[in-house]
């Protein structure tokens, strides 16, 4: 069921307002989890979890440039990620590997990185901020945010983290299975992926549940 959400909640740029809430009601420890990689064909699943220190004077205006990843170029990645890790409290980044999506599906593959995130964090979260999901396996508190990455500073960092951090490992994977121009495509369904593997198949890192429903319809309408 699709939840309804205004879009005039979202705000010109992620704020702070969910974090200061509870900055205010003593919960200092919140983290900001987001995750890469969902709708790719090849590739992990890479999710990142980050605590903002509240005691940080203008902590707003120095990750002013923050913004979904979406929304960012390869560049601001580049730019923003490294000033987010010197900034943050404490932040982690987890994995699930194309086999595990296979055998769990997206879903619970989806809330399995984000539980592997939270647990690779050395301060254990007081709430946490999830971007669209909750995590009913995950025994803290939480506020589930539709839009959460266009609206919480927090999770927008989160976001950038885990983009950055896949595409470097699309990067390596790229080396070590040529041909699919994973370089560029970081395993989404771009047409030259597409076409690599209707001439080379599927190689050891594609999500086999997603790439071979595309063998057997989309991929070959290329012609």
Known sequence: MTRRFDPDLIPP???????????QQGFNLVAGL????????????????????PDHP???QDLYGVRDSKQMSHFDHEQWAPVIQKIV????????????IDRLGMARAGKLVFKRAIEGLKNQPQH???????????????????????????IACASVIAKRTRDQRMLELGQLYPGYNFEQNKGY????HLQAI???GLCPIH???????????RLFDLD
């Open 198 to 200: 209707r001439e080379l």
């Open 89 to 100: 409290l404490d932040y982690a980044v987890a994995w699930v590997e194309p086999d595990e």
């Open 58 to 60: 203008a902590l707003e």
């Open 13 to 23: 740029f992620p704020t702070l307002d969910f974090e200061k809430d509870y900055w």
């Open 34 to 53: 987001d995750e890469a990689g969902r709708g790719a064909l090849a590739g992990p699943l890479c999710a990142a979890a980050v605590i903002l220190p």
């Open 207 to 217: 999500r086999r549940s997603f790439s071979e429903h595309l063998l057997q319809g």
């Open 189 to 192: 369904g771009s047409p030259d």
């Open 128 to 154: 946490l901020l999830v971007d669209y999901f909750n995590l009913p396996e995950v025994d803290i508190e939480q506020t589930c945010l539709v839009k959460g990455d266009q609206r919480s500073l927090s």
